[in-house]
């Protein structure tokens, strides 16, 4: 297949462009850079060092002999150069990761909450305009995130995107509805993915497009077999207080003896997912296209659900680090449970990595590789999801 990756220099766009290319498809990457820009606006860097989009390609032609084309387009500022690229290649699939994911950054301030808001949504619409303009039959795959659903975890298992509901009303007849899932979004980030799933379904509903969307959790891990091919692919590892996750910033922390930043007590369950699975189901996503005039095909992508703490437990017991419960700068409740249904994966054969398999170790190898990098300034998350939490304490509120 001829894939367009859209966003595919970040983390999870990269190895997936890498995976792709060495199946065998026609891989073209397109991606404005703004997460490098991003990383010099906060004054924070990759713990792995990136080679830039040239170099990565470069290294990527040696060890494979296969090539990937990159153009430098941004879907929400360049409607017409994204029209005009999407004519020219005609692609029969693409990828959708361009857009701001950090929740932190998103909650920074006004100008962060604006520009996640006008990228993520301008992205996603100017790339479904362009389609139906264009009058392409490409499948749409879109990253977005377990966050949709909210964390109410009262038991109920989160299906994959849809709620059957039976609805009687006052004259006492019952109806069957399957809606989407309604959406409690905990971030603005969070809130501009529930906000594309309403541009999905309109597009899917209006103008028959094929849109598989990926309700992803928390990744975790670094390498995959294509990255590891040469230090000029390796993919990149954030750890910072706006844009690491959870798990990886706990094993950097560990590694470098920086207590575990665990958000209050830590109760909080989150879903979790290897980088190594992301890119195996994003590949199955690819190979299973829904058909035209199919609902918006809505999947699950988790591995597993555990709490913060446990997490931070499982890392303290290989690295030695000690838990430290730090006021929590997010609103979110302090615990909860979460399930969550991931059978459309298991059943297309994701057998996915769990974190006790001991793949961890891999993980921290990485970590204390790049030891020398670690910058302990950056660990501290500043960003507030409400002035009251502790106002005064971030400059710039
Ligand atoms: P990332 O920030 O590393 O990569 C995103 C890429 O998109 C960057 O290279 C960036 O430059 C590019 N981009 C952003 N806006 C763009 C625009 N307007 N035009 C062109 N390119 C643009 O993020 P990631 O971790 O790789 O996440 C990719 C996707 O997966 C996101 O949509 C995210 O919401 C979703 N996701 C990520 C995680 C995670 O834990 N990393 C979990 C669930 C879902
Ligand atoms: N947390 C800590 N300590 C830290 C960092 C985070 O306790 O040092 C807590 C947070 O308070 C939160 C949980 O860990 O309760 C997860 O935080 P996170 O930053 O790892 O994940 P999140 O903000 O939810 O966002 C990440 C990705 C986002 C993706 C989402 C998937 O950045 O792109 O959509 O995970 S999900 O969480 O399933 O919605």
């Known amino acids: 297949m001829k894939i367009i990756v ?16 060495n199946s065998g498809h026609d891989i073209i990457v397109i991606d404005n850079l703004s997460r490098r820009r991003i990383d010099r606006e906060l004054g924070v860097e990759s713990l792995t060092p990136i080679a830039d989009i040239t170099e990565r390609l470069a290294a990527w032609q040696r060890v494979s002999g296969k090539t990937i084309t990159f153009h430098n387009i941004d879907l929400a500022q360049d409607y017409d150069g994204l029209r005009a690229t999407l004519a020219e290649l005609a692609p029969d699939a693409v990828v959708h990761f361009a ?17 996640t808001v006008d990228n993520n949504i301008n992205a996603t619409h100017n790339l ?7 009058d392409l039959d490409t499948h749409l795959v879109h990253l977005g995130t377990m966050g949709v659903y909210g964390y109410d975890g009262d038991g109920l298992e989160i299906p994959e995107g849809y709620l059957d509901v039976a609805v009687t009303d006052e004259a006492g007849q019952s109806y069957q509805r399957s809606i989407l899932y309604p959406t409690r979004p905990g971030s603005v980030y969070h809130l501009t993915k529930s906000m594309d799933q309403l541009l999905f379904q309109f597009y899917a509903q209006n103008d028959r497009l094929r849109i598989t969307d990926l309700h992803q959790g928390i990744v975790w891990g670094t390498q995959t077999e294509e990255t590891e091919r040469d230090e000029a692919l390796v993919n990149r590892f954030d750890y910072d207080g706006d844009y690491g996750t959870v798990l ?5 922390e560990g590694v470098n003896g920086y207590p575990l930043t665990v958000h ?3 109760g909080q369950t989150r879903a979790f997912i290897n980088i190594r699975d992301t890119v195996r189901c994003v590949a199955l996503a690819l190979e299973n296209p829904p058909q035209r005039g199919e609902r918006v095909r809505i999947i699950n992508q988790l591995a597993e659900t555990l709490s913060v703490r446990t997490v931070a437990e499982l890392v303290a ?9 730090v006021d929590n700068p997010r609103k979110e409740a302090e615990s909860n449970s979460l399930r969550a249904s991931n059978r459309t994966f298991r059943t297309l054969g994701l057998n996915p990595i769990l974190l006790k398999d001991g793949v961890m170790r891999e993980a921290l190898e ?7 990098r670690f910058d302990p300034k950056v660990v501290p998350a500043r960003s507030l999801w409400t002035r009251e939490n502790r106002p005064g304490i971030v400059p710039g509120y």
Do not use: H
């Open 6 to 21: 859209f966003g595919g220099d970040g983390f999870c766009g990269w190895p997936i462009a890498l995976r792709l290319s």
């Open 366 to 372: 990485i970590v204390q590789r790049y030891k020398d």
């Open 99 to 115: 857009e701001q994911r950090a929740a932190p950054y998103s909650m920074r301030n006004a100008a962060g909450k604006r520009y």
């Open 317 to 325: 017991a290989v690295t030695g680090a000690e838990l430290a419960n």
């Open 248 to 252: 990886n910033r706990f094993l950097v």
């Open 264 to 266: 209050g007590s830590g």
């Open 128 to 134: 479904l305009v362009a389609l139906v303009d264009l």
